[in-house]
């Protein structure tokens, strides 16, 4: 079975980084788009970031100038970079891939289970 697996949540001060990683797990053909997403304590998910599979790359305007993703297509792997944190990125992190895992089918969406950042003093 294939899945999405996080890893690199935690707690950090205002102003800190942290790294975020998302392995797929499990034999696949092809991934288009990896992504991350966030949920915030009694709001809506929302897009952190994308990156399609030639690199391009969008980011919400919360996190533009801190947040950097990047993908080891070889290894099958997303990364988020954290910079400059704020109390407001406080929230669970999800993985998001669009993948196929036999050549003849669609790009279905896969997620990953979630991984918390915390930032606070």
């Known amino acids: 079975q294939v899945q999405l697996v996080e890893s690199g949540g935690g707690l950090v001060q205002p102003g800190g980084s942290l790294s975020l990683s998302c392995a797929v797990s499990?034999?696949?053909?092809?991934?288009?788009?990896m992504g991350w997403y966030r949920q915030a304590p009694g709001k809506e998910r929302e897009l952190v970031a994308y990156?399609?599979?030639?690199?391009?790359?969008n980011y919400a305007d919360s996190v533009k100038g801190r947040f950097t993703i990047s993908r080891d297509n070889a290894e099958n792997r997303v990364y988020l970079q954290m910079n400059s944190l704020k109390p407001m990125d406080t929230a669970v992190y999800y993985c998001?891939?669009?993948?196929?895992?036999?050549?003849?089918?669609?790009?279905?969406?896969?997620w990953g289970q979630g991984t918390l950042v915390t930032v606070s003093s």
């Open positions: 998001n891939a669009e993948l196929k895992k036999y050549s003849w089918q669609g790009y279905s969406e896969l």
């Open positions: 499990g034999s696949i053909f092809s991934i288009n788009t």
């Open positions: 990156i399609t599979s030639g690199g391009s790359t």
